[in-house]
């Protein structure tokens, strides 16, 4: 006979805000998780219910997609179980060795990637500061590091100035912590959350803005819960740029293109934000728009995300192959998306497949769909 | 149970950040941010291993200015149960000499040792002569590039791995005695940041003084030292021709083919 | 007639090369200012090996012939070395910097309270007979001038690669002899080891290095290297990751090329690394970050991924281009 352990079940219930309690044992989880059946998502949760806490190992391999969690009948936030169980594996001290290597970077030079701190803006040409913005760019480490990154921060800016606002970039930033928190060092990040809210507090801006999906999501939906909070609204550049466009602020002219978009799970089925995206690119003449199989909340993933990109997890290439499929399928050569994991992640993978694929963050169509429109004004 | 594992730790600026002045021929350490040296992260994270193994008490060892104290009590939150900064202005200048016997009479007063854990060498001054030193010191054996230590027998002897010419060799050698564990051979452990927190606040770091160690002010820093630096220089990298090739796939592989069979 | 002193190294019977560099450049310090130059040597049956090293300068190689000396054992050889030294006397004691030969130095300045010159780059002797040396800090970007000072012996270990090994037609003499310490090791036993022959890519004239940027995956870079008739390096975590052995690694902390030619696929050009760069005549980088530190030195720096061009520069080579 199965006996429960109660008081293992009430911690981990505490842990995991009660989630698994909703759970049917329905399966359906299983069969949808994206790393297909090796992260037994139900069985897990039975485990759990049961109280007694599963082993370690695979639980690593979860990318926090969600994806399972969308299909759920009973609406469980399955990732966020497994990223509690993340939580609770690390506070053994029981986890993949490649861990300490992530946060030993992100706390030497406050990028996980472990490039020198003093290089995160060297890209950045213009150095006037102020002590008002209109909009302070918050960049993603992936971002800042990274040519392509680079571009769309730059090309952001433009839009942005463009329209006629005052744009800065938050040059004492460090890493938002994605990655800390999604190994589930929570003592870690409460100091990153907190140390990063102070430092903003001392700029002066209408908004903050982010490329990065993931950095809207910490510093909106995360830092909160760890007390650290900013006062200051916090959106991600596509909503911005979105109700910039409503107002009639956004010259566009027209581009020939054939364009899918990827909704990042962060947006999308972390934050909800699908239409503006979509918005943007449709506003631009001369794009004609597809829909992949699956998209908005039910899109499926890069691969990159739950800390995935920085612990070298082999298996989810097969997650960004799936999704290149569908970009296979539909036929198309330009993919716009809206995150830096998304880009990396699809960008690398498609060049080892050959394939003949254009991976652009939306901001960069709209970039070129500007710059068309100062050509034709001139 | 092991008896005490002391861990010597230096504390170094990053490298890539010191810059040299040309006019005034110093090192300018001051832009540079400091870290733990590498190596001796190495070591430490070797230590707690044993501990987690074997028993014992780890303690951290180092022998530098009071501001070290930060990075020191790092140490602390990685899992060191004790740590001791050796700090005097009379050890300024010391060269490995002194610098060895100094970290050897600390070790002596800390007592009770079993085995002692360095770094290989510092990315600083990078002579790897302490460890050795600290052995001649302590009148007990030295290994060195260590990349792991095998098995400690009850018998009072150790297996530890080699790092040879060619691959490795398998020293046993007799406790207490002092090892030098390679840069890189192992994954150091990230600090515990709730335990951190208590380092920070209200772990109480020994600072010892050349008078709580018995030694006399000429025996160390530049008076007790037997080598002196003349003169720095800059060891100026040769000129480049710092070329930028960058394009289309097929031209560049053309290019550098043809750069190659000029070359070649 | 003073002497300058060269710990000759030895492996089970094969002799280290860098030993008999740092023995003729004693050879030169020797006639310049006219010190008598010997080699000491530690090993089992050594008839051989003894009259290998008497060419390369000195005017005679003391030598210890014992069963506990036929490998390197830190106890041994320094309890041999110091009784050996506290009989003879000599004015200074150089040992190339390999993991023995600062192993043993840094152990043997001890009961001599002497000082110890670490992996110099040059090595001369000043005005007052002070041994001194340029000695790299700071992962090799600035060095120090040191001087032994009060030292009897003085002491240095010398960067291998630094001196020429040059053969003298002259007379060596031959010097056996017998230690009254014990030599049985007592704390320290090597009781197994592992090792396969490597090369010495230290004088190789063609290199290709991997950095981390080929993400452990030298299967190009071998297929690189052997069309060009090079050899292979790595950079340090490659050897940390077990990749590569440790004596292809390439940096402060490995070998110092002096190659006509190096391929740097990969590396981003940490002060560590390029110090073992510095010496090399063309220097071409090939790194996927146009930014990347190594561009400062590199002659030719190719911004590409490597897994994209250099397959295509495979094909060039193997002729499968026009050419
Ligand atoms: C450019 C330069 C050149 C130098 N050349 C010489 C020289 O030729 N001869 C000479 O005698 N000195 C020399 N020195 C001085 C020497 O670096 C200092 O004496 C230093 O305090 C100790 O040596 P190290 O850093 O080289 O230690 P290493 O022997 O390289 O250190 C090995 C390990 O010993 C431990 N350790 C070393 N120092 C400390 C410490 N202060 N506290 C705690 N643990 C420690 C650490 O675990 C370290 O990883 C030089 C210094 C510089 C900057
Ligand atoms: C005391 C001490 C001693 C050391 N000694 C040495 C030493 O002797 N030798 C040594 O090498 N290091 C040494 N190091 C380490 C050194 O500081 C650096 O960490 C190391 O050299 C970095 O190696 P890397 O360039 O291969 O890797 P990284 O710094 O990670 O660089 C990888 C590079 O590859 C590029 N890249 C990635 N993917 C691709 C692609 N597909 N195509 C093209 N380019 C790509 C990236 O842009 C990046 O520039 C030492 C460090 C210390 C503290
Ligand atoms: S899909 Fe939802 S209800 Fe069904 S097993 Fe998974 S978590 Fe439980
Ligand atoms: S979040 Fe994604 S990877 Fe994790 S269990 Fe769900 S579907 Fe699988």
Known sequence: MVRVDFGNRERLAELMDREFYKCYQCGTCTVNCLLGDSLLVRRTIRHIQLGITPENGYIWKCISCNFCGAQCPSNVDIAHIFRSLKALKYEEKNYPEKVNEVLWNVYEEGNPLGSPKKERFTWLQKTGSSDEYDVLIYTCCMAAYDKHGQDILMRTAYILEKAGLKVGFFTDSSCCGDAVYHVGDDYFYEEVANQNAERLDGYKAEVILTVSPHVYHNLKNLYPRYNARISTPILHHTQYLYELLNEGRLKLGKLEARVTYHDPCYLARYNDIVEEPRGLLEAIDGIEFVEMPHSKRETLCCGGGGGGIWLENEEARDVTRRRLDEVAYIDTNVMATACPYCIRMFEDESKVLNMDLNVIDVTELLYEALVQSVKAST | MLRNIIVLLKIVPKPEEVVFNPETKTVDRSKARNEINEADKNALELALKLKEKYGGKVITLSMGPPIWDKYIRLGVAMGADDAILVSDRALAGSDTLPTSLTLATAIKKIGDYDIILCGEESSDGGTGQVPPGIGGWLDIPHVTYVSDIVEISQDGWATVKRTIKGGHELVKIKLPFIAAVELGSNKPRFPDFRRKRWAEREFQLKIWSLQDLGLEPDKVGFKGSKTIVSELEEVKPAERRKEVLSGDLDELARKLYEILKENI | ?323
């Open chain 3, 1 to 323: 007639m003073e002497d300058i002193w060269v710990f000759i190294e030895q492996d089970d019977g094969e002799l280290e090369g860098s030993s008999l560099e740092v023995l003729s450049k004693a050879r030169e310090l020797g006639e310049k200012y006219g010190y008598m130059v010997s080699g000491v040597l530690f090993g089992s049956d050594v008839k051989k090996l003894v009259e290998e090293a008497g060419r390369y300068g000195a005017d005679r190689i003391i030598y210890v012939d014992d069963e506990n000396l036929r490998i390197y054992n830190a106890e041994v050889y320094a309890k041999a070395m110091v009784e050996l030294a506290r009989r003879y006397n000599p004015n200074t004691i150089l040992f190339s910097a390999t993991r023995n030969g600062r192993d043993l130095a840094g152990r043997v300045a001890i009961p001599f309270n002497s000082g110890l010159l670490a992996h110099v780059i040059s090595l001369d002797f000043d005005e007052e007979g002070r041994l001194t040396g340029r000695v790299p800090g700071f992962g090799g970007s600035i060095a120090a001038i040191v001087k032994c000072i009060d030292s009897r012996p003085q002491l240095a270990t010398v960067t291998p690669g630094v001196f020429e090994a040059k053969t003298f037609d002259r007379e060596c003499k031959y010097v056996e002899e017998k230690l009254e310490v014990d030599l049985t090791p007592d704390k320290y036993l090597v009781i197994s080891r592992e090792k396969s022959p490597v090369k010495d890519i230290s004088k190789s004239e063609k290199v290709v290095v991997a950095g981390q940027g080929t993400g452990g995956e030298l299967d190009i870079v071998y297929e690189l290297a052997k069309l060009l008739n090079a050899d292979v390096g790595v950079t340090r975590p490659l050897a940390d990751r077990g990749l590569a052995p440790r004596d292809i690694q390439i940096g402060s902390t490995g070998v110092n090329l002096k190659s006509k030619l190096v391929i740097v696929l990969g590396a981003s050009g940490a002060p560590h690394f390029v110090s073992g760069i510095k010496d090399c005549d063309l220097v071409i980088s090939i790194n996927k970050d146009a930014d990347a530190p190594i561009k400062e030195h590199s002659d030719y720096f190719v911004v590409a991924d490597i897994f994209k061009v250099v397959p295509k520069l495979l094909e060039l080579l193997r002729g499968g281009g026009d050419a």
